[in-house]
């Protein structure tokens, strides 16, 4: 279950580069490792993470670990125990 939970957290953090055109959607569902079922949930969560990194104009990456931190929580507790947000 460890293994799932990595991979959904390696998911959310690839995708946040897809929503912002670093790389391609289908290279952050390959870095993932997960079924495109499961990578969609990632990918919305991602979404939110670029949503807040975005001011309209450009991509402010100096807060991208606390937004990260916020979407990844849930699997980070399944893991641990403990939250990182």
């Given at each position: 279950?460890?293994?799932?939970?990595?991979q959904?957290?390696?998911?959310?953090?690839?995708s946040?580069?897809?929503?912002?055109?670093?790389?391609?959607?289908e290279?952050?569902?390959?870095?993932?490792?997960?079924?495109?079922?499961?990578?969609?949930?990632?990918?919305?969560k991602?979404?939110?993470?670029?949503?807040?990194?975005?001011?309209?104009?450009?991509?402010?990456?100096?807060?991208i670990?606390?937004?990260?931190?916020?979407?990844m929580?849930e699997?980070?507790?399944?893991?641990?125990?403990?939250?990182?947000?």
């Amino acid at each position: 279950m460890a293994k799932e939970n990595v991979q959904k957290m390696m998911g959310v953090m690839g995708s946040v580069f897809a929503h912002t055109g670093k790389i391609t959607k289908e290279d952050a569902m390959e870095l993932s490792g997960l079924t495109p079922e499961e990578f969609e949930q990632v990918y919305l969560k991602a979404g939110k993470v670029a949503e807040k990194i975005y001011d309209g104009k450009e991509h402010k990456y100096d807060q991208i670990f606390n937004h990260l931190s916020e979407e990844m929580s849930e699997y980070m507790k399944k893991i641990s125990g403990y939250g990182i947000a």
